[in-house]
């Protein structure tokens, strides 16, 4: 059986819920506020009627 000591699993623990996951949550709100950006810029070229192509 595989056993961790007290140590080993608290610093696995901080590392994961105050390292990786508030890292992910950043990528993933960048992510969609980049699309948001997108989105408007796509939204008011659309209004002005500028078309892409």
């Given at each position: 059986?595989i056993?961790?000591?007290?140590v080993?699993?608290?610093?696995?623990?901080?590392?994961?819920?105050?390292?990786?996951?508030p890292?992910?949550?950043h990528v993933?709100?960048?992510?969609?506020?980049?699309?948001?950006?997108g989105?408007?810029?796509?939204?008011?070229?659309?209004?002005a009627?500028i078309?892409?192509?």
């Amino acid at each position: 059986m595989i056993a961790m000591s007290d140590v080993s699993a608290t610093i696995g623990l901080v590392a994961v819920f105050f390292v990786a996951f508030p890292a992910l949550a950043h990528v993933l709100i960048g992510f969609a506020v980049a699309q948001g950006l997108g989105e408007r810029q796509a939204n008011e070229k659309f209004a002005a009627g500028i078309d892409d192509e």
